[in-house]
């Protein structure tokens, strides 16, 4: 019996290491990561820890939580899986296993005229915070390209410590294809009230370069000179390692509704996931902390005895975007129309499909998002009222029954 | 450096000694106290870092803190608190802070 290896230690990967122990998995549980670092909390990283210069990582357990579970930690690289054999490449050794779990993340899309660039940089994991925080020590007029939920974040913090940024985004608005319009609109005013310039239906044409320097984008009608570039355009999952082996991809590793992928023991969890959803009902990659602790927390329970169950849970999200706080419940597919409170300094947005709440997107106003996730974890739909007039409505109307 | 005790689940009881500036939940999280998940990392929005105050003074709880316990499903008290919200003071030594069920 080889246990379960794990490969990958980021919010899936050590959220799972910990709670196969406390489900009584009584194997070896072996976690491996490229890098070792203790792992660490990546939100920050786009919201505080720019900020401060003195600022360390956030740990998501003590190093003791690993030792007290008898996890073994190692630092490597999987460079290959060879399903049959039930074995994993890690740097040139080859490491048995009785269950194997991907948890190996996403990683961000790079612009291809951008590549090689000294001066342009994108956020996903602690080297890139420290390098992005290093380069601010010399720039001081940034350019964010891409006005999805990093983009924003960092906008934000980096307008806080006095920095001139433009966010550069392609559609008619901030957040298109995660937010409402209400959203975005206040999202944008806040933004623009902490002096972040947002060019809204930008397109780029060519950049200037000075060396391996990019010193302005240009546009069709002007030109944005710029220190530093940062680039949020979003997420992909990386999938040759699974897809060297057979694995069955998509946009990311395909798993059934229990996590299992199409090799016998391996499974897949958090951002690298493709996974069967079930407000969805068609497969998806989620990328949040929430989607990722709590696939890791049932793979656990699966490898642990218990019987096959889908993974079903309310997802849930935030963002931390300077001043504001948007947090969403649910996800908003297929959803047709909206109710909205809109009471000035908090918001509240509804997203149905048809008679079917399917997701609450809320700005500085956690009432609603915390009952949001108990209404939606109901089934139940509150009436259109109800909604209206607010959290403690809700919380009345979801007690009745 | 101020020491916390912090009673777990099962009702051990351990003393951390906290440093100011942090957070009660970033004190908990590296003793590794159990029952103390954090998994936001301190946004107020996960509630795996709630205990009840049994021992000393804490400022007021300001309104997203207070909003979110009440708005969270189960186990609230009057003495309730999101750890991760509550910045640690050299006054609060001697606090005992009870780690809520879930
Ligand atoms: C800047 C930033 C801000 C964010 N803010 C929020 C937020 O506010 N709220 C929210 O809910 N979510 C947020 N997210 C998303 C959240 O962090 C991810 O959904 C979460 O990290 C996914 O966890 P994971 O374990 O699937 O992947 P990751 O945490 O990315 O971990 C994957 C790990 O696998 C390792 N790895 C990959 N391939 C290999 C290999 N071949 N061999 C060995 N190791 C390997 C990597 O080194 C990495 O450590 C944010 C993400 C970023 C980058
Ligand atoms: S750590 Fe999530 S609410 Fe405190």
């Known amino acids: 019996m080889s246990g379960v290896v794990i490969i990958g230690a980021g919010h899936a990967g050590s959220q799972l290491a910990v709670s196969l122990r406390a489900e009584g998995y009584a194997g070896a549980v072996t976690l491996i990561d490229a890098s070792d670092v203790l792992p660490y909390h990546k939100p920050p990283l786009s919201k505080t820890f720019l900020k401060d210069p003195a600022a360390l990582p956030q740990p998501l357990r003590a190093a003791s939580a690993y030792d007290a579970a008898g996890v073994v930690r190692r630092k490597g690289s999987v460079t290959a899986i060879d399903t049959a054999a039930q074995r994993v490449t890690l740097d040139g050794e080859s490491l048995p296993y009785g269950d194997l779990v991907l948890a190996t993340g996403a990683r961000n899309r790079m612009l291809p005229d951008l590549l090689g660039a000294s001066n342009v940089l994108s956020l996903r994991d602690l080297a890139d915070a420290e390098r992005l925080r290093d380069a601010l020590a010399m720039a001081h007029s940034i350019t964010v390209i891409g006005g999805g939920f990093i983009g924003l974040e960092s906008a934000a913090a980096l307008a806080g410590m006095g920095k001139s940024v433009t966010v550069l985004e392609a559609a008619p608005r901030m957040l298109a294809r995660v937010a409402a319009p209400e959203t975005s609109a206040r999202v944008e005013d806040t933004l623009a009230g902490l002096g972040v310039k947002l060019r809204l239906g930008w397109t780029t044409q060519n950049y200037r370069r000075d060396g391996d320097r990019v010193t302005a984008v240009l546009g069709t009608t002007d030109e944005l000179s710029c220190d530093l570039i940062l680039v949020g355009i979003g997420a992909v999952a990386d999938t040759a390692l699974a897809q060297a082996a057979g694995i069955a991809c998509n946009m990311g590793i395909l798993t059934d509704a229990h996590l299992q992928t199409s090799a016998p023991h391996v499974w897949a969890i958090g951002d690298v996931a493709e996974t069967p959803h079930w407000q969805a009902g068609a497969a998806l990659r989620v990328e949040s902390v929430q989607n990722a602790t709590d696939q890791a927390r049932h793979l656990a329970r699966i490898l642990s005895g218990a019987a096959l169950t889908p993974f079903r849970t309310v997802p849930w999200f935030w963002s931390d975007i300077g001043p504001l706080k948007l947090q969403i419940a649910g996800l908003a597919i297929g959803a047709d129309r909206r109710v909205v409170r809109d009471d000035g300094a908090r918001l509240a947005v509804f997203h149905l499909a048809g008679d079917r709440l399917m997701s609450v997107e809320t700005l500085n106003n956690p009432a609603d998002h915390m009952i949001a996730r108990q209404v939606l974890d109901s089934g139940r739909t509150p009436p259109d009222a109800v909604m209206v007039e607010g959290a403690a409505a809700m919380k009345a109307w979801l007690a009745q029954g | ?102």
Do not use: K, W
């Open chain 2, 1 to 102: 450096m101020p020491t916390i005790t912090f009673v777990e689940p099962d009702g051990t009881r351990r003393d951390v000694s906290a440093h100011p500036g942090e957070s009660l939940m970033a004190a908990a999280t590296r003793a590794n106290v159990a029952g103390i998940i954090a998994e936001c990392g301190g946004s107020a929005m996960c509630a795996t870092c709630h205990c009840y105050l049994v021992a000393g003074d804490l400022p007021e709880a300001e309104a997203l803190e207070a909003e979110t316990l009440e708005f969270v499903a189960q186990n609230v008290q009057a003495s309730s608190r999101l750890t991760c919200q509550v910045t640690v003071t050299d006054a609060m030594a001697g606090t005992v802070l009870q780690v809520a069920p879930r």
